[in-house]
């Protein structure tokens, strides 16, 4: 049971190309989110899905684009990498919005 | 806006004894959870504990133990008999209750240091 996993787990790109990061869970949960941390602000909402094609902006949203059309797969899209898009993002589901949110392992992006 | 807010960026605790971690958050909806985190060096997010703000009972898994103080926004974090695998960051999340969208407000970090 592979519960929730991210790729990649490490990634290096140059300012103004797109990278995806990938999400799948194996639980069918219906809630899933990404957030970002970096030092200083502990984890930030980006986006979260209630369902498939349902999506919604978090607190930090500009600049990432996400997509859910299947329920195990929310995959998360920078456009045009920039510098301080440079951080740790993890992907988290719940089967419902008030159970605990499962979280991947990570991914360190590090955009040049 | 719900704010999370851990004072205190580093901690340090020798082994078999006792520490405690502060979180004070800010809301003014009736139902809520707050939880507990610990991130390790794997980077890994693990649920500690977490507590229903209905309950009037603090939480408990083994070791961790809670002091949730409704009336002064106040969750605290306290680690019995510390062991060197307890070393990590330490946060602090909210969430608000049913009808919400789910995601947790979370709290910039605890660093816990375990010294043998």
């Known amino acids: 049971d592979a519960g929730i996993t991210q790729s990649p787990r490490y990634k290096i790109t140059e300012t103004g190309r797109q990278v995806t990061l990938m999400c799948h869970q194996t639980w069918s949960h219906s809630y899933m989110f990404w957030y970002r941390q970096d030092l200083g602000h502990g984890l930030r909402l980006i986006y979260y899905s209630a369902a498939a094609d349902i999506t919604d902006k978090g607190e930090v949203p500009d600049g990432y684009v996400v997509s859910r059309s299947k329920t195990e797969n929310f995959p998360l899209t920078l456009e045009s990498a920039t510098r301080s898009q440079t951080s740790v993002y993890f992907c988290?589901?719940?089967?419902?919005?008030?159970?605990?949110?499962?979280f991947g392992p990570g991914t360190r992006l590090t955009v040049l | 806006a719900q704010t999370v807010t851990q004072s205190q960026p580093e901690m340090s605790v020798q082994e078999a004894e006792t520490v405690t971690l502060s979180c004070t958050y800010d809301t003014s909806e009736s139902d809520y959870y707050l939880f507990w985190y610990k991130q390790p060096p794997s980077r890994q997010m693990i649920l500690v504990i977490r507590?229903?703000?209905?309950?009037?009972q603090n939480a408990t898994e083994n070791r961790f133990s809670v002091n949730f103080q409704k009336a002064a926004k106040s969750f605290s974090l306290k680690i019995s008999d510390s062991q060197l695998g307890d070393a990590a960051m330490y946060f602090c999340a909210y969430r608000r209750g049913e009808g919400s969208q789910g995601n947790l407000i979370f709290g910039k970090g605890t660093k816990l240091s375990v010294k043998p």
């Open positions: 507590q229903e703000a209905y309950k009037q």
């Open positions: 988290a589901s719940s089967r419902v919005p008030y159970n605990e949110q499962f």
